[in-house]
């Protein structure tokens, strides 16, 4: 643990941290963080670093919760046991109890809940680190988180905290001035200045509260500077994203049957060119075959021409037999004569 500083404002009118007593700790938002949740945020305010997520409006479980009339908000502040310097023992504790119902107040009016009858708004809030001004850091969240999942508001809730030290009003205290300031009141309020939160811890003037709140007010306009833009800058990212996705996935869908009726084309060419190269071939060889098979044909009537001079031959020599025989015959003749 620090020890308690000497000063808190030096003399050029500078707090510890170097800021003005106006001026808010730098705020980095980023939305959509949470592919799961139907809104989500992820939120650092000076040291500070906190995820919202929010689900709903889904069904209510326990039933006996819901309303006829309207949707329930359910909030759930949760710090984590590495979020501070000493480990946080896990699970609720009185503290995060008080901070809950707090913030569920801070933000349920803003919430068109009668838009939604017997259902939920979750959220949920998970301190990663904290430095002072958790419970501020994560109604601006919440409040991205609620926008991002598309529930129906009245308005933005912004928040931070105005406190006393030295006897010196500061907006947005960090972990010294809160620890061991004489004053921090938290406030969370609307564009339009509706307080929906204020707690005190410590002691104010009458003046000093008037003044303090003053500067609340204009330290809330600058948180929600910070969300308005976030949630602009996301939505259109997101927006040039789905149009480039769309027009993707229009490509996508045309280059197929361009690719196909391509291909198709391609393909049915080769086709004709081989079909044509083959009906060529075919011809020729038929040509050639015929050519051969004439030239064939002259050669066998040549071949049956010798084969029919060949047989000839032998009729000769039937008639040599025959008059062979004719000598026998007449041999016999003459034997017969002789006996
Ligand atoms: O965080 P916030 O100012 O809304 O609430 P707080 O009760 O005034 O707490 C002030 C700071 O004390 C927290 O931001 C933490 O940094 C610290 N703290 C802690 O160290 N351990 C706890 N169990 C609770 C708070």
Redesign the pocket.
């Given at each position: 643990m620090n020890d308690k500083p000497e000063k808190f404002i030096d003399n050029n009118g500078l707090r510890l941290d170097g800021r003005k007593a106006d001026q808010i700790r730098d705020i980095k938002i980023e939305v959509g963080v949470l592919s799961r949740a139907d809104g989500s945020c992820y939120l650092e305010m000076g040291n500070?670093k906190v995820i919202a997520a929010v689900y709903g409006p889904r069904e209510v479980h326990p039933r006996h919760q819901q309303k006829s009339t309207k949707a329930i908000v359910r909030y759930k502040y949760n710090?984590a046991s590495f979020?501070?310097?000493?480990r946080?023992r896990p699970g609720p504790?009185r503290?995060s109890i008080e901070?809950s119902k707090v913030s569920r107040e801070a933000l349920e009016d803003m919430i068109f809940t009668e838009y939604f009858p017997k259902s939920a708004i979750d959220i949920f809030v998970e301190?990663l680190q904290?430095?002072?001004?958790?419970?501020?850091?994560?109604l601006n969240a919440a409040s991205v988180a609620l926008a991002d999942a598309g529930i129906p508001m009245r308005g933005l809730v912004s928040a931070c905290?105005v406190g006393k030290v030295d006897e010196t009003l500061v907006v947005d205290?960090n972990?010294d001035e809160?620890?061991y300031g004489q004053a921090?009141m938290?406030i969370a309020m609307t564009p339009d200045g509706k307080i929906t939160l204020l707690q005190m811890?410590g002691n104010f003037t009458l003046e000093q509260f008037k003044q303090g709140l003053e500067m609340a007010q204009e330290g809330c306009r600058q948180v929600y500077e910070f969300q308005r833009k976030a949630l602009l800058d996301y939505y259109a990212k997101k927006e040039e994203t789905e149009e480039v996705a769309v027009i993707e996935e229009v490509l996508q869908e045309e280059a197929p049957e361009e690719v196909v009726e391509e291909s198709i084309a391609e393909e049915m060419e080769e086709i004709e060119e081989d079909e044509a190269e083959e009906v060529k071939a075919a011809e020729a060889e038929s040509d050639q075959e015929i050519e051969e098979d004439s030239s064939e044909t002259y050669e066998t009537s040549d071949t049956v021409e010798e084969e029919a001079t060949e047989t000839e031959e032998p009729e000769d020599e039937d008639e040599e037999k025959e008059e062979d025989e004719s000598t026998i015959d007449e041999s016999d003749d003459e034997r017969e004569v002789s006996q």
């Open positions: 500070n710090m979020s501070v310097e000493d946080k504790d503290r901070v301190i904290a430095d002072a001004g958790t419970r501020t850091a994560a905290a205290l972990k809160d620890n921090d938290p811890d």
